[in-house]
Nanobody
Framework: QVKLVESGGGLVRPGDSLKLSCTVP?????VGWFRQAPGKERQIVAE??????RTSIDVRFTTSRFHNRNTDTVFLNLNNLSPEDTAVYYC????????????????????WGQGTQVTVTP
């Protein structure tokens, strides 16, 4: 499998919004968004199941998906950002065999992207 590719991070102010993109080679995958702040463990942010089920750790964070024959892109919408949201954001593919429900465990995911930095500063 080919690694996923994130984009869309940046430097923003508190209250701003960002839309992160994750290109999913091969498509048809369940995808998780994670983040990792300096000195902290990688944390689940949101999951989007290929069949449509979506979860999120915060109502400010939502996911959406654009899928056709040639393209599969998963988006993470970050709204009303605060400095505590500063982190590198990653997307990854759920590697489990036919999972029945989304997973929040980083060890269930693979093909990690390189990450995209989100910095929120006054």
């Amino acid at each position: 499998q080919v690694k996923l590719v994130e984009s869309g991070g940046g430097l923003v102010r508190p209250g701003d919004s960002l839309k992160l993109s994750c290109t999913v080679p091969g498509g048809d995958s369940h995808v998780g968004w994670f983040r990792q702040a300096p000195g902290k463990e990688r944390q689940i942010v949101a999951e989007i199941f290929f069949g449509g089920t979506r979860t999120s750790i915060d109502v400010r964070f939502t996911t959406s998906r654009f899928h056709n024959r040639n393209t599969d892109t998963v988006f993470l919408n970050l709204n009303n950002l605060s400095p505590e949201d500063t982190a590198v954001y990653y997307c990854a593919r759920d590697m489990r065999d036919r999972p029945a429900y989304p997973s929040s465990r980083a060890e269930d995911y693979g093909d990690w992207g390189q990450g995209t930095q989100v910095t929120v500063t006054p």
